[in-house]
């Protein structure tokens, strides 16, 4: 994966959003403003049907693009399915796996996020996994168990190779779209507890380079607060970053907090 824990990592996940011409307009924009935020990685997750014309406007410029979903299977008859080559081609070098709302409303599971991961690494696809925990898991004080259960079977299988191209992202449940944000401290536990997972199960090395991202309601006011945290590499944003200027914003608080860890 062409990209480095050294520098802020913000993602955009555009979800069910923009047309073609709103897909080009505001990947414009960004593309113009990602000037101020050179040392940032940015990364736009457009809808499928956005994927290539986005691709063509970035193909001099060094902002990344992913997709929100894959299915395992190379080809074959699988309506409405998506393979990995397929993403490949449309110039997608990311992937969002397992996010939240696919396993709430599309019934993914651990196994099928493996399943995934499994099938998009072999083709130079680097995973952007996703877990969290829901509000009635974090009230119960099952926050970690739940993690730790996402994490050991979705990467269930993976060798330390393998996951020098996975991202972690934590997203909780309860901060996503609600206005809701974990505080730095809330969320610096669980990514701390998220990184300790990956030096007890892939040691110190891969584990210390590891990109882990916090998602859930990240906005330019909350960003600097919660990047400044050691082991929060970046945001995976939704809302926030259908408009080019928060987007931008964002990665110049997460600037300023890397700024500030060095
Ligand atoms: P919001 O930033 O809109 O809360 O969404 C977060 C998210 O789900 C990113 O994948």
Same mark, same amino acid.
């Given at each position: 994966m062409n990209i480095s824990i050294n520098n802020p990592i913000i993602a955009g996940n555009w979800k069910l959003h923009k047309t073609i011409p709103e897909a080009l307009d505001l990947v414009k924009d960004i593309k113009k403003a990602a000037s101020e935020v050179e040392k940032?990685? /940015?990364?736009?997750?457009?809808?499928?049907? =956005?994927?290539?014309?986005?691709?063509?406007? /970035?193909?001099?410029?060094?902002?990344?693009?992913?997709?929100?979903?894959?299915?395992?299977?190379?080809?074959? =008859?699988? @309506?409405?399915?998506?393979?990995?080559?397929?993403l490949m081609d449309a110039g997608c070098r990311f992937v969002v796996i397992g996010h939240s709302e696919r396993r709430q409303y599309f019934g993914e599971t651990n196994e099928t996020v493996n399943r995934k991961i499994k099938s998009a690494l072999p083709h130079g696809l680097a995973a952007i996994m996703?877990?969290?925990?829901?509000?009635?898991?974090?009230?119960?004080?099952?926050?970690?168990?739940?993690?730790?259960?996402?994490l050991e079977?979705?990467?269930?299988?993976?060798? =330390?190779?393998? /996951?020098?191209?996975?991202?972690i992202a934590y997203e909780p449940i309860w901060a996503i779209g609600t206005g809701l944000t974990a505080t730095p401290e809330q969320a610096e536990e669980v990514h701390a507890f998220i990184r300790e997972f990956l030096v007890q199960n892939y040691g110190n090395d891969i584990a210390s380079c590891a990109i882990i991202l916090?998602?859930?309601?990240?906005?330019?006011?909350? @960003?600097?607060?919660? /990047? =400044?945290?050691?082991?929060i590499n970046g945001a995976l944003v939704g809302g926030a970053s259908l408009d080019a200027e928060s987007f931008i914003q964002i990665a110049k608080q997460g600037l300023k907090a890397y700024e500030e860890k060095k």
């Open positions: 940032a990685e /940015l990364i736009v997750i457009p809808p499928f049907t =956005a994927l290539a014309p986005v691709r063509d406007v /970035l193909e001099d410029s060094k902002i990344h693009v992913g997709a929100q979903n894959v299915y395992w299977e190379e080809k074959g =008859a699988y @309506t409405g399915e998506v393979s990995p080559s397929m996703c877990i969290g925990e829901t509000q009635e898991e974090r009230e119960s004080e099952k926050t970690t168990e739940k993690i730790n259960r996402q079977e979705g990467l269930e299988g993976l060798t =330390a190779g393998d /996951l020098e191209n996975v991202i916090y998602g859930g309601s990240v906005k330019p006011a909350n @960003t600097y607060d919660l /990047l =400044a945290q050691k082991n």
